[in-house]
């Protein structure tokens, strides 16, 4: 079992930025694909950013592109999010997840993930 917990949520006006962290414990982190999905109110859980398991390849949602960034650190069985020029359309709980080992996946599915964190609140104002 894999337990992910996320932090490095918070408010913060429009323009700003935040840092969110992944961290993962109770099994192999440094060979599974992580990503991050985002949950505003009403709206469907969508795709943000996914890191490959060596951290060499990072796809990213359009809506993010030049303006997240996604890493990890296998070392420390941590991922990270680095959200820049956040705009009040980025307000959303945001989650981490792991992907489902021995399957083709394209990323950008919910269901190609097994494990969850429970989302950390990200609020931007304008």
């Known amino acids: 079992q894999v337990q992910l917990v996320e932090s490095g949520g918070g408010l913060v006006q429009a323009g700003g930025s935040l840092r969110l962290s992944c961290a993962a414990s109770g099994g192999t982190f440094s060979n599974r694909a992580m990503g991050w999905f985002r949950q505003a109110p009403g709206k469907e859980r969508e795709f943000v950013a996914a890191v490959t398991w060596s951290g060499s390849n990072i796809y990213y949602a359009d809506s993010v592109k030049g303006r997240f960034t996604g890493s990890r650190d296998n070392a420390k069985n941590t991922m990270y999010l680095q959200m820049n020029s956040l705009k009040p359309e980025d307000t959303a709980v945001y989650y981490c997840?792991?992907?489902?080992?021995?399957?083709?996946?394209?990323?950008?599915?919910?269901?190609?993930?097994?494990?969850w964190g429970q989302g950390t609140q990200v609020t931007v104002s304008s």
């Open positions: 997840a792991a992907v489902r080992l021995y399957t083709s996946v394209t990323y950008y599915a919910p269901i190609e993930y097994d494990y």
